[in-house]
């Protein structure tokens, strides 16, 4: 059969290397080359960007220096000890336990918690949103009827009980008795894309062309909704590294002896705190400030860049 | 023995109601159609909009569900997903889409789309399959240069040419064309039927060409048959249909192609009214 093509057209073995050179020559920049430029283009997202990455790698390896257990000693001697000092560079709280150490440990559970959750419930969302969307019928139907149930569910009272009824829990656990209740809203939002994004024609030539059903979805339709997914994903970063602090704030979330962002802000319940002593929680409330705008920013940056390279014309 | 035969081929789309989302109705999209497709012809299927002629065609490329009716290929029956998976029947026929923007995966360079259907049913290796590629885009007459660029980067002639060049590249032996080039201009249609033309002639490949422009398919196709609401009124050669119309409908069709020639411009509006008159009378009984 190649026979016929070589017949038909002049080209043949020797000019390939030729011609794929000239054709890279001419390539248009890959999706990757297209987010870098536009970050390198706006410097505030530049900066949002590395204080991001730069405070997530400083407390997940600043947090393996401090001694947790140690460090949540109470210390009668640093009651309510000044910042700026040089033992408390934060000062202490009512237990004399230093702030600083608290908030890096505290930064990495929250965050720790933050990333696993979005990981693990938008990934799940992701799938479930995309298998609905294009499946349609039955099965969509069903998935749905699953959807429905789950919002129907009151949910930071389930987290509530089930974090009381489960005896002994830690970060890892709580992680994923968040997942189950956090990847309805990305499922419903990648759902209503992917019905629309399946009834486009390429969808049908990728059926004639033989590929088969769990390639179309993942290979062929994810890719063309990847700026929703990487915006959604973004905020939902944003909006869990919220849920953990709320429900620690409230006393549900990790044991206080697991210091987290939620636990110190809870400092705040004390009106003494809030007035004399706010070295205990406005740390922790500053950071949580800038960390949610600093990754919503990259969020509109990235949405660009996604956007640009699907039009593609704006490369560069 | 015909390369395709189809029999009596029903497409109905359920019309779901009420609370319970039960079948009350149903839109009858093809409604009991029969024709064959001979090998290296090309057969064109004509009618208004919503006739079901697309309908029809992705049937027969099996992107639809059938609700009745047969499609014989090698003597098996297409219509059923086990039979066309047996046959690689994807290899042998393909097809060709009408919104040249969207029938194209906006993510994905050149050379992937074209190569799709032969990393999925040839396995060659990667500089077989780079050079088959090449050599496709050489045939639709597009530059090497064009491998790793995306779809968006083309005119609508040359994204539509590209859709021609992914038909073709496991050299099928049928390719539906739906509406290959009515969202083209005039001067664009003809190059890409030129192409399609070309195409034909070098591989053997049979059109099943879908159209609602009868000036096209009289450049393009031997035999025609006239589809209107999922039926068919006529079937014919090209002779009989444009010079000996037989169907009220097809005379219709035949008046809507309009005129050149000033001098018989308005002998040509009476005759074209004329023949709106009886339809609508045949139409209100
Ligand atoms: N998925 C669907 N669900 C319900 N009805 C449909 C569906 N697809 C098509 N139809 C209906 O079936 C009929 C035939 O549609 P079809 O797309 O085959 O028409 P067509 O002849 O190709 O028209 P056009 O020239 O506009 O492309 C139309 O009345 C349409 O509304
Ligand atoms: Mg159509």
Redesign the interface.
Known sequence: MAENFEQHSDISAADLARLSQEAQAEATPSTAKIIWSEFKADRPAMAALFIIVGFIVFVMVGALFIDTPKMMETNIMAYFNQPFTPEFWLGADSGGRSVAKQLIVGSRNSIGIAIGLTIISSTFGICWGLISGYFNGYIDWGMQRVYDFMMMLPMTMMIIVLVTIIPHYNSVTLTFIFSIFYWEGTSRLIRSRTLAESEKDYVAASRTSGTSHWKIIFREIMPNISSLIIVDCTLSFAENIGVETGLSYLGFGLPSQTPSLGTMISNANDPNNITQYWWTWLPAALEIIILCLAISYVGQVLRRAADASQRQGAAD | MSLIEIKDLKVHYPIRTGFWNRITDSVRAVDGITFNIEAGETYGLVGESGSGKSTTG?SV???EKVTSGSILYKGQDITKADNRRKL?Y??D???I???SL????????IEDIIA??LR??EHLSK??E???V???L??VGLD???????P??FSGGQRQRI?VA?AVAT?PKLIIADEPVSALDLSVQAQVLNFMKKIQR??GISYLFISHDLGVVRHMCNNIAIMNRGRLVEIGTRDDIYNHPLHIYTKRLLAAIPETNVNQREAHRASRLAVEKVYQEQQSK
């Open positions: 992705k490329v099996g992107l690689d994807n290899r026929v393909q097809m889409f009408q919104d969207s029938s194209l995966n906006p993510r994905k360079r799709e259907p999925n049913f500089d077989d780079k050079l088959r090449l050599q496709l050489d045939i090497a240069d064009a491998l790793y660029k995306y968006h980067q859709g992914r050299n070098e591989f």
